[in-house]
């Protein structure tokens, strides 16, 4: 699976939106972008995935760039709830080796 | 999304005592569940894979016999941490991945169980 860089820390004012990078420049055709957050001391929570096209659920939006090389996490309206740490995970969905590792992630810091 | 429990939330035991944790799909089944230690200020280290009905598949420095997953349906699996000692303390996970989308499908985790082994 693609290796993924995100930055260790990250600060945002609340009700501003939350723009979150993560750089996986070694990604193949058919592997899906993951993003999940876990907040403090709770389990990895499930936020929003893609391959090629910008994905937007009720929790958030996923930019992909063109070249699928970077990808941006978008929070539109953050709120104290929204601190955690965020992992973006490249993998290769079904196979035998289709499960998710998570690196060190981004601790977002939503500030009031 | 799907909902993914765990049992207990926290665990205190005595060194060399066994402890079981549960983890159960509420809403769909889990064709294949997913096993995670996080120790403080760390990330999530897989532990071991399993498929309803087959033995787990470990990670590389995970002892098969320490730790014993049975995932005998698909909205069941446990884990077991046999003659437990205080560095075996941990946050342990579960998650799950099945449904309709069964293969191919996302993961979805429990809120975790806190194990403290005195």
């Known amino acids: 699976d693609a290796k993924t860089t995100q930055p260790p820390s990250m600060d945002c004012a609340e009700g501003r939106a939350a723009n979150l990078p993560c750089n996986h420049s070694?990604?193949?055709?058919?592997?899906?972008v993951y993003w999940y957050r876990q907040i403090h001391s709770q389990g990895p929570q499930y936020i929003i995935h893609?391959?090629?096209n910008n994905e937007t659920n009720e929790m958030a939006s996923l930019i992909i760039t063109e070249d699928r090389k970077s990808s941006t996490l978008i929070l539109p309206h953050a709120t104290l709830r929204d601190t955690a740490v965020y992992y973006c995970?490249?993998?290769?969905?079904?196979?035998?080796?289709?499960?998710?590792?998570f690196g060190k992630g981004t601790l977002l810091t939503v500030n009031p | 999304g799907a909902v993914v429990s765990q049992h207990p939330s926290w665990v205190i035991c005595k060194s060399g005592t066994s402890v079981k944790i549960e983890c159960r799909s509420l809403?769909?089944?889990?064709?294949?569940m997913f096993w995670y230690r996080q120790f403080p200020k760390q990330s999530l280290m897989l532990m071991a894979t399993?498929?309803?009905?087959?033995?787990?598949?470990?990670e590389q420095g995970v002892e098969k016999d320490k730790f014993l997953i049975n995932h005998a349906s698909l909205t069941l699996s446990t884990l077991t941490v046999t003659s437990a000692h205080p560095e075996d303390s941990s946050f342990y996970i579960c998650?799950?991945?099945?449904?309709?989308?069964?293969?191919?499908?996302?993961?979805?985790f429990g809120p975790g169980t806190r194990l403290l082994v005195l």
């Open positions: 399993s498929n309803e009905g087959s033995k787990a598949t470990y």
């Open positions: 998650s799950a991945r099945g449904g309709l989308a069964g293969a191919t499908g996302t993961q979805y």
């Open positions: 070694t990604i193949s055709g058919n592997e899906y």
């Open positions: 809403d769909f089944q889990a064709t294949t």
């Open positions: 893609g391959l090629k």
């Open positions: 995970i490249v993998l290769l969905r079904g196979g035998s080796n289709y499960k998710l590792t």
